[in-house]
């Protein structure tokens, strides 16, 4: 007698259900019908659902009775082979007929296995077959018909669980439902508790009879050019608890969902929803949802004032983000300010042409489109790298706009430096009141009292007034200096005592001429040489090597031309604040850190003192005043984590316009390539964060340590993160979550 090929096992029956047990598969008679192998998971009359005969998967059949008059075979030995003479089909072993009976060609369909083998069945086992199908039926038709939803269902802890982790278990078929990042809903129906949680590891395969680690396991997959065999799986996720649903809100998770628990999938709405993705501006798709979009609003204070890093190694992605930042902060109708220290942002008015942006832009139906209000502004004297674009602003700095304390910072001056800067910077505020240049009314009078010079320089104070006190000092402590210096003070003692006073009688002071063909002013105080050195001989100072020092790093920074340039206009704040206009501050031709951070830090306080005036007047008037986003490229070459201890004046500044520009809409967003060099006071200003692929581990480690809301998971993903690819922690967003940031549609000029 022929034995029927082995179907998958069939689910236990409801307790209490009588089963019935099919008698010894018979070979029929010559001449009678043959039904077909059924498929995988049905039986060989006809489709059987859950609960019929054959419902198991991939367990091979127990060993086929010998055919008559043959002596029995023991079982194969190899590990994961069948037993001699045994062939396989979709993943099941299958007997050959016996040698008395002819083989039966198997009819020709989609999907047949080469040489397999069909037997029929009696008709009687066919009888006892729908019989157990309609049993089967009638058990399952009691069951909870929302398991039928139900994607997986959370697993037993065990000693190596974590706290608020959950291991969730799901069948083959439901495995690609739960990809990474998918939002899900645990009802814990044992204490009635509901759960929101989060994919954060998997989904993970694993065989259902062996261990993956097995041999037998092994052997399978390895020989996989020789057997068709393999073990049925099922899947393993981790998902992170999110919090307790509770009265229609999300509160922290006091406990865990039971074993047991059912698993379902959120939908796209719900999960948008949850993980708070709404909004006009769109950063990029989610990574492991099909449609869903990291979006915000740019009104939401929790995002746009609140400030940004964008951070990764080169090739990440971090200028095709700053780009598709740009474009959809344009569109938002935001002010957009981008300190450009190569060029790249300066063609961002016309659409993209890269082949490679063109093609993802058609992946995403969207269409390269360059933003309409570029201007572009750079330092008079030197060239843009848009040189013919219709709307170029050259400008020049204010030397009295600028802090002296963030001046000597930045030019990285010595002690001795130091002392010898300020003790002529103060000697000048003396000297432009001598010469009536400033104050000269009362309100102006009023204006010195309320200076900040931590903040701001002396006003109508040139860098000439500053070089010219700077010579008189060298020309007092040289030779020359010297003996006229004496005679000057035998001769005129008691008129240079009366200089320690804001003198009356300035204007009655005639030049001295011996001191007039000695020693050479360029500013204003040249009407008046003995005025100067007399200032200068009340506070008097000795080095002169140091004073020379002081003198050539000032006439270096007049000869670049920065400060007080006659004909070039300053900085027009009030334009660069337009709705919707982008602003690129062009610094590619500069080649010189330390000027692009003059330039940043001055326009950086010019841009918040600005922004806080429409701040308060729309306050007054019952207006809302335009948001800001100003966009630093190479931020650690402007706040070195090497020098921020000996530039505590400039990070106070930018500290300041960080803390102050969160109410008042004005928003900064930090770009590197090299986060190690940021020092962990500017890391601790970011509430947001755009992080590309790091390779390095110890950068890893400690962004790790500084950004405290993303969990083990993803950071374990950011040293295999693709081009484009991004671990985004907003604000607004429930969690952090990755990110597949959406190419730029404006064109971006490629930088060596």
């Known amino acids: 007698m022929g034995v029927p090929s082995a179907g998958p096992a069939r689910p236990l029956a409801p307790q209490g259900t009588p089963r019935a047990t099919p008698p010894p598969a018979a070979t029929p008679p010559r001449g009678a019908p043959v039904r077909p192998e059924a498929p995988r ?90 019989e157990l199908e309609h049993e089967a039926a009638s058990a399952t038709a009691g069951l909870d018909p929302e398991l039928e939803k139900a994607v997986g269902f959370t697993h037993f802890d065990t000693a190596s669980s974590h706290d608020n982790l959950v291991t969730v278990l799901t069948t083959r078929s439901d495995l690609h439902l739960l990809a990474s990042q998918s939002l899900v809903r645990v009802k814990s129906r044992e204490d009635n508790r509901s759960y929101l949680g989060l994919v954060v590891r998997g989904p993970f395969a694993e065989p259902d009879a062996v261990s993956a680690n097995s041999s037998i396991a092994v052997g399978v997959v390895v020989q996989g050019k020789k057997l068709t065999y393999t073990f049925d799986y099922h899947g393993r996720v981790e998902i992170e608890i999110l919090g307790e649903e509770s009265n229609g809100k999300l509160v922290p998770p006091g406990r865990r969902p039971r074993p047991k628990s059912p698993v379902f999938l959120l939908d796209d709405a719900e999960s948008e929803h949850v993980l708070g993705m709404s909004g006009e501006l769109c950063l990029g798709m989610v990574v492991g949802y099909e449609y869903m979009e990291a979006r915000f609003h740019p009104m939401d204070k929790s995002v746009l004032p609140r400030h940004t890093g964008i951070i990764g190694t080169t090739g990440g992605g971090k200028s095709t983000t700053v780009a598709t930042l740009i474009h959809r902060a344009q569109q938002a109708g935001i002010a ?104 000269r009314t009362a309100e102006e009078r009023r204006q010195i009292l309320e200076l900040d010079e931590l903040s701001t320089g002396y006003p109508r104070m040139t860098i000439q007034h500053l070089l010219d ?30 200089l320690l006073e804001p003198a009356e009688s300035a204007e009655t002071d005639n030049p001295d001429p011996s001191l007039a063909n000695t020693l050479t002013l360029y500013s204003e105080f040249r009407q008046n040489p003995s005025r100067v050195i007399g200032r200068v001989m009340a506070h008097a100072s000795r080095n002169e090597i140091s004073w020379k020092t002081l003198a050539g790093k000032l006439h270096h920074l007049r000869r670049l031309k920065l400060f007080d340039v006659g004909t070039a206009p300053g900085v027009d704040y009030g334009s660069m604040l337009t709705p919707g206009r982008v602003s ?97 006071e500017v890391l601790g200003l970011l509430n947001n964060f755009i992080i590309h692929k790091i390779t390095d581990s110890t950068v890893t480690s400690r962004m790790q340590r500084t950004v405290g809301n993303i969990d083990e998971s993803l950071w374990s993903r950011v040293s295999r993160l693709a081009p484009g690819q991004a671990l985004v922690s907003f604000s607004s967003f429930t969690r952090p979550l990755m990110v597949a940031v959406d190419p730029a549609p404006v064109k971006r000029l490629l930088v060596e």
Not at 385 to 391: D, S
Not at 477 to 491: A, D, I
Not at 618 to 635: C, D, H, K, R, Y
């Open 469 to 498: 006190v700077v010579s008189t000092y060298i020309y007092s402590l040289s030779e020359e200096g010297k003996v006229e210096t004496r005679s000057k003070s035998r001769n005129s003692s008691r008129r240079q005592t009366s």
């Open 41 to 130: 998971g049905q039986s060989a009359s006809r489709p059987v659902g859950p609960g019929a005969p054959g419902a198991g998967r991939g367990t091979p059949p127990p060993n086929q009775s010998p055919s008559r008059g043959e002596p029995a075979r023991p079982p194969s030995q190899d590990s994961g082979r069948p037993p001699p003479g045994m062939g396989t089909a979709r993943g099941r072993l299958v007997s050959p007929a016996p040698p008395s009976e002819p083989r039966i060609p198997v009819p020709q369909r989609t999907g047949a296995t080469r040489n397999e083998v069909v037997r029929p069945l009696p008709d009687d086992v066919l009888g006892e077959l729908d």
């Open 584 to 680: 690129v501050i062009d610094l590619s031709d500069t080649d010189s850190p330390q000027l692009n951070n003059l330039v940043i830090a001055d326009i950086l306080r010019g841009l918040q003192e600005t922004q806080e005036a429409r701040y308060q007047r729309a306050n007054e008037q019952g207006q809302s005043v335009t948001p800001v986003l100003i966009i630093i490229e190479e931020a650690h070459e402007f706040l070195s984590a090497s020098r921020i201890a000996q530039m505590p004046v400039l990070f106070e500044q930018v500290a300041r316009i960080a803390k102050r520009g969160r109410k008042r809409w004005l928003g900064l967003a930090f770009v590197t390539q090299l986060p190690q060099h940021l020092p962990n």
């Open 336 to 439: 957009t300010i981008v300190f450009d220290v190569e060029g790249e942002y300066t063609h961002v008015d016309k659409p993209t042409d890269d082949p490679a942006m063109l093609e993802a832009l058609n992946r995403r139906n969207q269409k390269p489109q360059g933003v309409k209000d570029l201007h572009i502004h750079h330092l008079f004297g030197r060239d843009s790298r848009n040189p013919r674009h219709k709307n170029l602003h050259p400008f020049a700095l204010n030397f009295s706009s600028l802090s002296p304390h963030a001046i000597s910072e930045i030019l990285d001056m010595s002690d001795a430096q130091r002392e010898r800067f300020h003790k002529a910077y103060d000697v000048t505020k003396l000297l432009l009141e001598d010469f009536e240049i400033f104050p």
